[in-house]
Nanobody
Framework: QVQLVESGGGSVQPGGSLRLSCAASGIRASMYAMGWYRQAPGRQRELVARITSGGSTNYADSVKGRFTISRDNAKNTVVLQMISLKPDDTAVYYC?????????WGKGTLVTVSS
C-alpha cells in the first residue's frame, strides 16, 4: 500500500520559515517525480515545486527564490524548505508522487502564515 505522509506544517509569522517533509512508503520515491502542491480556501490546487527523478526542479513563480525542494533518496523523503513566508502562502500543502499512469497524494499539512 502506497502512503505519502506530510509533516512540518504549522503557524508562523510573516517572514518566518517552515520545513515540510513527505515520507513515502510502498514506492521507491527516487523513481518518481515528486511534487508539492497547495490549496488555499476557495482556490484551486496549484503546483508549488516539483523535482524529477533526475533531480531537475521547477517552481511556481510566486515561490521562486523562497522555496527549495529536495529529495533524500536514502530516507525515501522529499523536503520543501520555505523561507520568507507570506500570508498568501497560507494553504494546505500536499505531497504528490507521479509516475504515469500512477499518481499518489498525501492527505496534506496546513501552513498558516499570519501575524
Amino acid at each position: 500500500q502506497v502512503q505519502l505522509v506530510e509533516s512540518g506544517g504549522g503557524s508562523v509569522q510573516p517572514g518566518g520559515s517552515l520545513r515540510l517533509s513527505c515520507a513515502a512508503s510502498g514506492i521507491r520515491a527516487s523513481m518518481y517525480a515528486m511534487g508539492w502542491y497547495r490549496q488555499a480556501p476557495g482556490r484551486q490546487r496549484e503546483l508549488v515545486a516539483r523535482i524529477t527523478s533526475g533531480g531537475s526542479t521547477n517552481y511556481a513563480d510566486s515561490v521562486k527564490g523562497r522555496f527549495t525542494i529536495s529529495r533524500d533518496n536514502a530516507k525515501n523523503t522529499v523536503v520543501l524548505q520555505m523561507i520568507s513566508l507570506k500570508p498568501d502562502d497560507t494553504a494546505v500543502y500536499y505531497c504528490n508522487a507521479d509516475f504515469p499512469p500512477r499518481s499518489y497524494w498525501g492527505k496534506g499539512t496546513l501552513v498558516t502564515v499570519s501575524s
